[in-house]
């Protein structure tokens, strides 16, 4: 059991209010991860600033998500994928590529595979890129300006992630069927032989 609420807006901090009515009049409902999120102002405000940041961007709404699918995957963020599964749908990625995503591919589209390609990169790399793997995203048509709003989004993504982790937020009715279970991760420990 978790030891953070679901916040509403009449239970959450003060200083976090102002977000979740933000969150409320975009989605129409306070995701449960903000929700959650709520019981750290500091958290949650640093939050939707860098994700209103990442939505202005250059990278459009279906790019943003493949990329938001692609880090909640590797970093095997169960809300998140599930999350990211829908929004990603709704944006017009095709099924083939958000199936794809999700179980550890890449789109079949040339850009968005390179999106998905440098996002899993900076996350399993810890932010190290060599001078391939740049230039295979740039060859794909991106700019070196959108390698860094790639970190953007990498980064907003891992607040999500990680507090999806922490905090174990329930899945909403309305992403139960796009639920997705991370597989086993092995143990970092060393067993002594």
Request: proline share 6%; hydrophobic share 45%.
């Amino acid at each position: 059991m978790s030891t953070y609420p679901v916040h509403t807006i009449e239970s959450a901090p003060e200083q976090s209010k102002p977000v979740l009515q933000k969150l409320q009049q975009a989605f129409g409902v306070i995701p449960n991860i903000a929700a959650k999120m709520a019981a750290s102002p500091v958290l949650i405000n640093g939050f939707i600033g860098l994700f209103e940041r990442v939505h202005a961007s250059s990278l459009t709404e279906p790019q943003i998500q493949t990329l938001l699918l692609t880090n909640a995957v590797t970093n095997a963020s169960e809300w998140a994928v599930a999350f990211h599964t829908a929004l990603g749908l709704q944006a017009g990625l095709p099924h083939a590529d958000v199936e794809s995503i999700r179980h550890g591919g890449v789109p079949g589209d040339a850009k968005l595979a390179a999106l998905s390609t440098l996002a899993r990169t900076l996350i399993e790399q810890r932010g190290h890129l060599t001078g391939e793997d740049r230039q295979r995203f740039l060859a794909a048509g991106f700019s070196a300006e959108q390698v860094l709003e790639v970190v953007a989004v990498v980064a907003a993504s891992t607040i999500t992630n990680y507090t999806g982790s922490v905090t174990e937020p329930p899945l909403e009715a309305q992403f139960e069927e796009f639920a997705w279970h991370a597989p086993a991760r092995r143990s970092a420990s060393v067993q002594p032989s």
